[in-house]
């Protein structure tokens, strides 16, 4: 096998720039309840188009549901190279504080190609999973992985 046609790097983006691109790709600001509901269907349904399932995450005594994570992506337009993919790592988990399910952006990636690339939601899917368990993210730190359980779904 040849070299990759393509490179997954970590975005210029922060996580929470990348979730709102991929969740609003026209700009148009999101309402509250795409972001919150008792329901994790509700929020499901209003996950983008190209949005795929990735994994999912128990740990028993921080909630008593599981967590799911989800990819999406989006096209960025502003940089110079001739192809870039923004891919955003969020996750639907229960907050029993407030006694709902909330959307939260978790990690992010970006893929540059010098041309165009079918989607690569599970190749960025796998590198932003392996950076966020082995390093941390804004979802919790390595050794939190290290005391649920992680399933991949891809």
Known sequence: MGEEAYQINVCVH???VAFAGAMNPKGEL???DEMYSPERYKLESRNPE???PVATFF???YSPKKAYFYVASFTETQWK???MEVYS?????WDKEWNHWEKVPE???SVISEQPQPP????????MLKNMTTKGSGFADVDYFLKGKLELLI
């Open 50 to 52: 190209d949005t795929i």
């Open 59 to 61: 740990y028993e005594k």
């Open 30 to 32: 999101a309402c509250e």
């Open 89 to 93: 790592l969020f996750a639907i988990w």
């Open 81 to 83: 190279e001739s192809h």
């Open 107 to 109: 990690y992010c990636c």
């Open 120 to 127: 690569l939601h599970k190749e960025a899917a796998n590198w």
């Open 14 to 16: 922060d996580e929470v």
